[in-house]
Structures are given as structure tokens and as C-alpha cells.
Nanobody, 126 residues
Framework: QLQLVESGGGLVQPGGSLRLSCKAS????????VAWFRQAPGKEREGISC????????KYEDSVKGRFTISRDNAKNAAYLQLNSLKPDDTGVYYC???????????????????WGQGTLVTVSS
């Protein structure tokens, strides 16, 4: 089974940046679309960005569009989320998740994810 481990979270001031990493093991990440989710304190987990297995499709929710950038390096079996211009509202636990989209290399969404990481905490505060 594909296993995912996130890293890169921490405490950052408003306007700062972080780069989150999602390292996969057990299977080649090449075959999976990857999504990042965020769970803010007291709120439900929500999908914020995803990338297809061929990197041809990326999606961003309005709350992060223009500030966050998703990427992947299949050779390193990893995916990333660059967080820029961070706001206090970006505080939360960030999870990466993956799903194999049978027969399609260019699909990504936030549905029916098959593997999840344990999450990494991002705190944006002055």
C-alpha cells in the first residue's frame, strides 16, 4: 500500500512562506494523482489543491489560488506544496493524499482518496 509522510510545517509570520513535502513509499507515486487538504481548527477538512500523475492538470481552490503552488517530482517519489503570502486563516493541519485514477494520467480531484499522510501543522501567527 502507498504510504505518505508530510513534512515542512511550522510556525510562520503572516506574509511568510513554507514548503510542504509529501514523501511516498511502498509504490511509485507516478501512478497516483495527489491532493493537498487542510483542516483548520474547528473546521472540516477541505481539499485545497491537486495535481495529476502526469502534472498536466493542477487545481486550486479560491482561498489559495495565486499564493500556493503544487508540484511533484516523480523521480523522488514526492509531491510538494509551496505556501506563499501566508495568512492567519491558513493555519491548520495539512494532509497529502493520493488516488490512482485507472486509465487516466491527467485527472485530479479531492474524491475517494486512497492513501493519506498523518498531516503536518502550519501555524501562521505574529
Amino acid at each position: 500500500q502507498l504510504q505518505l509522510v508530510e513534512s515542512g510545517g511550522g510556525l510562520v509570520q503572516p506574509g511568510g512562506s513554507l514548503r510542504l513535502s509529501c514523501k511516498a513509499s511502498g509504490y511509485a507515486l507516478d501512478y497516483y494523482g495527489v491532493a493537498w487538504f487542510r483542516q483548520a481548527p474547528g473546521k472540516e477538512r477541505e481539499g485545497i489543491s491537486c495535481i495529476s500523475s502526469d502534472s498536466g492538470t493542477t487545481k486550486y481552490e479560491d482561498s489559495v489560488k495565486g499564493r500556493f503552488t503544487i508540484s511533484r517530482d516523480n523521480a523522488k517519489n514526492a509531491a510538494y506544496l509551496q505556501l506563499n503570502s501566508l495568512k492567519p486563516d491558513d493555519t491548520g493541519v495539512y494532509y497529502c493524499a493520493a488516488r490512482h485514477y485507472l486509465g487516466s494520467w491527467s485527472v485530479c480531484n479531492y474524491n475517494d482518496m486512497e492513501s493519506w499522510g498523518q498531516g503536518t501543522l502550519v501555524t501562521v501567527s505574529s
